[in-house]
């Protein structure tokens, strides 16, 4: 059988209800800042993935345009593969295609 104590003040009640799921010593909004702040670190992730994968479609739709063999070179058709060029001396220049594939001359 169940007593209900009426003198039992209502915080009493509450109690139990305003810590659930919380860990002791940490708020509600401390627990909704630390998830809405990895909700825009996953989001930023995400858009960024967004736009490397755009970017590949963009590549290979270049490169599927292209003829399988060059006759004479191209500006266009070396734009659409190399992402940039560096310098480590004279001797040592390194390209880096938008594939990742890189070649040293």
């Known amino acids: ?17 305003l810590t ?14 630390r998830v809405k702040t990895r909700l825009e670190e996953v989001t930023a992730e995400i858009q960024e993935k967004q736009t490397a994968s755009a970017n590949m479609g963009t590549f290979l739709n ?9 006759a004479e070179f191209s500006l266009e058709s070396w734009h659409s593969m190399v992402d940039f060029a560096t310098v480590y001396s004279i001797d040592d220049i390194r390209f880096t295609f938008k594939n990742g594939q890189e070649i040293q001359t």
């Open 1 to 17: 059988m169940l007593f209900w104590n009426y003198n039992k003040p209502k915080e009493d009640f509450q109690a139990p209800f």
């Open 20 to 33: 659930c799921g919380l860990r002791a010593g940490h708020s509600g909004r401390q627990r909704f800042d």
């Open 62 to 70: 270049a490169f599927e345009q292209m003829p399988d063999a060059l």
